[in-house]
Every structure is written in C-alpha cells, then in structure tokens.
C-alpha cells in the first residue's frame, strides 16, 4: 500500500525557518510528481510547491524566495525548506504524490497526513 509519511512541522517565531519532509513507500511503479499542499481552517487546500519528473519547478506566488523544494528521486522523497516564515504561513501541510501503482500500472494521487505548522511569537 503506499503511502506518504511527513515530517518536521512545529512552533517556529516570525522570521524563523523549517524544512519538512516527505517519503513515499511501498508499491510504487513511477512518481510523476511530488509537492506540498496547505490548508487554514474554513479554506480550500491550496498549492505550495510541486516537482513534476522532468518538469518545471512550480511554486506559489506568496513563497516565492521564501520556500525551496527539493526531490530525490531515487529516495522517493521530497523536502521543503521554508524561510523567513511568517504568521500567515501557519497551516497544515501535506504532502501529495501523482503516481503510478506497481501492481495495477493505473494514475494515482496519494496524500500524507498532514503535519501542523505554526508561526507565532
């Protein structure tokens, strides 16, 4: 069964830094693409940042110079380093995965459970 398991959310103070991380496991034929995904309370989930196998970084406009993804492909994994975090950045964040399964060659998106971050003084 695969699955995504997310690490590294926390308190942080205004200004501070996390990185979080993501590995995918078990039964996966191929990852078209791994990111992140927030959400606040009372809105809809919303895109961070996503790396597409040989494609084009996408990130959204409020984390621009602020956040960084990183994948590794052979590891199945995917990072987000995020700096100069402000109150507005606390959300839950989740990890996605488009994939191919190993057992069924069929398109499948996957999430993680989501991990809490919070900036605050």
């Known amino acids: 069964q695969v699955q995504l398991k997310e690490s590294g959310g926390g308190l942080v103070q205004p200004g501070g830094s996390l990185r979080l991380s993501c590995a995918a496991s078990g039964g996966i034929f191929r990852i078209n693409s791994m990111g992140w995904y927030r959400q606040v309370p009372g809105k809809e989930r919303e895109l961070v940042a996503a790396?597409?196998?040989?494609?084009?970084?996408n990130y959204a406009e409020f984390v621009k110079g602020r956040f960084t993804i990183s994948r590794d492909n052979a590891k199945n994994t995917v990072n987000l380093q995020m700096n100069n975090l402000t109150p507005e950045d606390t959300a839950v964040y989740y990890c996605?995965?488009?994939?191919?399964?190993?057992?069924?060659?069929?398109?499948?998106?996957?999430w993680g459970q989501g991990t809490l971050v919070t900036v605050s003084s």
């Open positions: 790396v597409p196998s040989g494609g084009k970084t």
């Open positions: 996605n995965a488009q994939l191919v399964v190993l057992t069924t060659f069929r398109n499948r998106e996957v």
